[in-house]
Structures are given as C-alpha cells and as structure tokens.
T-cell receptor, first 114, second 114 residues
C-alpha cells in the first residue's frame, strides 16, 4: 500500500496561492492520486483526482510529475473559508472495487490568516 | 443532490451496550465504508462493503461488525461498547461505475461511551 507523506500544517494569508505537496514514493501503476478537504465536524469532501501531468477544476489544480512519486495540490487565491484539513490519498481508482482507493493519512491542516 | 445520511449526529451509550450506527445513501453506490476519526490519528478504515451481503475488514475491525442487507444501507455494530470506542464515526459511499471518481461522506456520528 502506497504510503503518503504530507506536511502536518501550513499557514497562508488571504489571496495567496497555496501549494501542498504530497510524497508517495511507492505509488503503483494502477494508483490514482486523490485529494479531499475536511472542515471541523464534517465528513471529507472530494476536491480533485489525477493520474499524471496536470488536472484542473473550478476549485484547484493538481500537478503530478512524470515519475508520479509526488503530487502538488494548488489552491489559487485562498480565503478564510479554505481553512481545513487536506488529505492526499493514493490508491486504485473507484472502479476497482477496492478499499485502497480510500486510505487516509493524517492530512495537512491549512490555516488561512486575514 | 447526492446524499449520505447517518442516523445520529450525537450518541451517548453505556459501556457494554450494543450500538448500531446506520448509514443510508441515495446514489445507488456499490461501495460503502465505515471510518472512525480520532485527534492526531486521521481517518481509519473499519470495514468496507462492495456489494450487498459482502464485507471486508479494514485496518481496525476489532470490536466492530457490519451489516449490508440492502444496497443503500450499511450498518456498523459495536457488539459491546467500550470507552475506547468513543470517537467520530464517518460513513462514505462511492460508485464502481466510471466516470464517477469521488466518494461521498456523511456528516458523522460523534459517539461517546460512558
């Protein structure tokens, strides 16, 4: 099972771009990289998923280098409401029928300051 | 709007009681998951089900069992509640059918065992 390593915490200021990097040196060929966001007293919420290169949606961008041993979640122009825990997950895609797709690490606590 | 509903937000039970946590999803998803979340430990997978009457152990199944009699409902059972099972419990579901790439979480049940 590919283990992920993320910073425990990060601080940023409103309006800045935030990049959170996740290391996953043992990623397997069939593994996808998925990021979730969790606010206090709520369940995690899907942000973005990718396999290689770059993926962008209305919320974030995900950068994955060619060797796929790391990935970077990029949040453009953060606001106070982006303060949350961000989880990087590595596992087989949801169509695999495997629970490996949803194995969480400890996450990164992002605090956005005014 | 997709929804995963957990039967209770807050629950207080006595040591030794049998406890049922219910989760219902309205998205016709094949996969359903139960996690517990504790400070500093992130989300840990208890059990997983990919079909009716099918279940697989996650990382911490001891002291728990599950039931999936219908596709939309996944129950977590604490056979004899103990104080170390005081935690936030989160249910999730996901589809096996592409292109769905994300899992959806319930709001969580904060269980206190006294």
């Amino acid at each position: 099972l590919a283990k992920t390593t993320q910073p425990i915490s990060m601080d940023s200021y409103e309006g800045q771009e935030v990049n959170i990097t996740c290391s996953h040196n043992n990623i397997a060929t069939n593994d996808y990289i998925t990021w979730y966001q969790q606010f206090p007293s709520q369940g995690p919420r899907f942000i973005i998923q990718g396999y290689k290169t770059k993926v962008t949606n209305e919320v974030a961008s995900l950068f994955i280098p060619a060797d796929r041993k790391s990935s970077t979640l990029s949040l453009p122009r953060v606001s106070l409401s982006d303060t949350a825990v961000y989880y990087c997950l590595v596992g087989e895609g949801p169509s695999s029928g495997s629970a490996r797709q949803l194995t969480f690490g400890s996450g990164t606590q992002l605090t956005v300051l005014p | 709007d997709v929804k995963v509903t957990q039967s209770s937000r807050y629950l207080v039970k006595r040591t030794g009681e049998k406890v049922f946590l219910e989760c219902v999803q309205d998205m016709d998803h094949e996969n359903m998951f139960w996690y517990r979340q504790d400070p500093g430990l992130g989300l840990r997978l208890i059990y997983f089900s990919y079909d009716v009457k099918m279940k697989e152990k996650g990382d911490i199944p001891e002291g728990y069992s599950v039931s999936r009699e219908k596709k939309e409902r996944f129950s977590l059972i604490l056979e004899s509640a103990s104080t170390n099972q005081t935690s936030m419990y989160l249910c999730a579901s996901s589809s096996l059918q592409p292109p769905n790439t994300e899992a959806f979480f319930g709001q969580g049940t904060r269980l206190t065992v006294v």
